[in-house]
């Protein structure tokens, strides 16, 4: 079965300068990879996805990603950070249900600290 | 996503009540969800449902029942909720056209307490 890893709960850093949040996966097939951002008493939101080619993803709020293919990763970046993107960041990845479809298996979540 | 409602925000109850949160959108998808998020466990899959008459538990679905009402409305019941029941519940929807890449639209929350 397809897994996601978010080896950090916590990830502190001090506004301007950049940061990293980081998702390792385990898939058995191709991999399509998300990631979310939780802010405070909201619902998840989409931030960027890979299906397929460029390995460097552009998302929104200027936050990037990555996919390593070699280290099975896909690290969410933003080169200058803001107080503002203090949330709480999940990673995702595609699954096969048993019927056939899909579903999305979340990560435990990563909670960002950007201090001013 | 303000496209996607659910009610209540908040919810008090005891435990053996019966309780329903409800859920809508008017994202036009076909396919909507349940989930649940505890801390430190990420959101764990309740049941979804990828049109009206379609219903699948998920990995976590004793406890909980639903009903897919209309394309636009999914709600998730509690028939005799429990203390471990206590958690942050979401509601999304997505698009069946986008394929395997799919992504998920969620609604604010709302957040269950059982004494």
């Known amino acids: 079965a397809q897994s996601v890893a978010q080896p950090e709960d916590q990830v502190n850093v001090a506004e301007g300068n950049p940061l990293t949040v980081k998702c390792t996966y385990s898939?058995?097939?191709?991999?399509?990879l998300f990631w979310y951002v939780q802010y405070p008493n909201r619902g998840l939101q989409f931030l960027l996805k890979?299906?397929?080619?460029?390995?460097l993803v552009k998302g929104s709020y200027g936050f990037e990603a990555e996919f390593n293919k070699s280290q099975t990763s896909f690290h969410l970046k933003k080169p200058s950070a803001l107080v503002s993107d203090s949330a709480l960041y999940f990673c995702?990845?595609?699954?096969?249900?048993?019927?056939?479809?899909?579903?999305?298996?979340f990560g435990a979540g990563t909670r960002l600290f950007v201090k001013a | 996503d303000a496209d996607v409602t659910q009610t209540p925000r908040n919810r008090i109850t005891k435990t053996g009540k019966r309780i329903m949160l409800e859920c809508s959108q008017t994202?036009?998808?076909?396919?909507m969800y349940w989930y649940r998020q505890d801390p430190g466990l990420g959101l764990r899959l309740i049941y979804y449902?990828?049109?009206?008459?379609?219903?699948n538990k998920g990995e976590i679905s004793d406890g909980y029942s639903v009903s897919r009402q209309a394309q636009a409305k999914f709600s998730l019941s509690l028939e005799s909720a429990i203390p471990n029941q206590t958690a942050l519940y979401f509601c999304?929807?997505?698009?069946?056209?986008?394929?395997?890449?799919?992504?998920?639209?969620f609604g604010p929350g709302t957040r269950l307490l059982v004494l």
């Open positions: 999304a929807t997505s698009d069946r056209s986008e394929g395997i890449g799919e992504t998920q639209y």
């Open positions: 898939v058995s097939g191709n991999p399509y």
């Open positions: 890979y299906i397929t080619g460029d390995n």
């Open positions: 995702a990845v595609r699954d096969r249900y048993f019927t056939g479809g899909f579903k999305t298996i």
């Open positions: 994202k036009g998808h076909d396919r």
């Open positions: 449902s990828f049109d009206v008459k379609d219903i």
